[in-house]
Antibody
Framework: QLQLQESGPGLVKPSETLSLTCTVS??????????WGWIRQPPGKGLEWIGS???????SYIPSLKSRVTISVDTSKNQFSLKLSSVTAADTAVYYC????????????????WGQGTLVTVSS | DIQMTQSPSSLSASVGDRVTITCRAS??????LNWYQQQPGKAPKLLIY???SLQSGVPSRFSGSGSGTDFTLTISSLQPEDFATYYC?????????FGGGTKVEI
């Protein structure tokens, strides 16, 4: 059974860099069938797609965060990571990692496995 | 960027009701539309992908329809465990934007 687990500091100071890691177990992050993504949810608000990465390292980022976001993959550890620089209180959210998978036709992508989420608070 | 707009943002319903949630894309996305259910404090769960394909294990009272820019999620007979927030998401581009969510309340 595929499992994803987010890890990282729960408290980050303003202007610093938020760093989270997603560890994938029960499956290989190097499979050519999947992308891997980060999604966040501010308290009491909706979901925001942050970005995704392919095992080869190809990335896509939401334009509003593109200048501050870096997503990377470490296939040797079966992990992928999120770095968000120059954080402010507006970046306080539950951060989820998830698998961005194709259906059997190979055309349609969806998030089919999610981590439990980790709350990151930006505060001094 | 493709923007996704859901309506209503919230609704009140009773057990057994038929519930319909709509999602509109800012440009055509063919059938590249997913629906998720999120219970409080939990990660979202995939219900529907490709606009109308039911994810394995999801009850058949959930159905999706639409293509182009307008989509619908229907719950045919609302059950107690269905009170949750529902999100649409486009997968037409790899910038997988979500809608704002619809909270289904008792």
């Amino acid at each position: 059974q595929l499992q994803l687990q987010e890890s990282g500091p729960g408290l980050v100071k303003p202007s610093e860099t938020l760093s989270l890691t997603c560890t994938v177990s029960g499956g290989s992050i190097s499979s050519s069938s999947y992308y891997w993504g980060w999604i966040r949810q501010p308290p009491g608000k909706g979901l925001e797609w942050i970005g995704s990465i392919y095992y080869s390292g190809s990335t896509s980022y939401i334009p509003s965060l593109k200048s501050r976001v870096t997503i990377s993959v470490d296939t040797s550890k079966n992990q992928f990571s999120l770095k968000l620089s120059s954080v402010t209180a507006a970046d306080t959210a539950v951060y989820y990692c998830a698998r961005w998978n194709y259906d059997s036709s190979g055309y349609y992508l969806f998030f089919d496995h999610w981590g439990q989420g980790t709350l990151v608070t930006v505060s001094s | 960027d493709i923007q996704m707009t859901q309506s209503p943002s919230s609704l009140s319903a009773s057990v057994g009701d038929r519930v319909t949630i709509t999602c509109r894309a800012s440009q055509t996305i063919s059938s590249y539309l997913n629906w998720y259910q999120q219970q409080p404090g939990k990660a979202p769960k995939l219900l529907i992908y490709a606009a109308s394909s039911l994810q394995s294990g999801v009850p058949s009272r959930f159905s999706g329809s639409g293509s182009g820019t307008d989509f619908t999620l229907t719950i045919s007979s609302l059950q107690p465990e269905d009170f949750a927030t529902y999100y649409c998401q486009q997968s037409y581009s790899t910038l997988g934007a979500f809608g704002g969510g619809t909270k289904v309340e008792i």
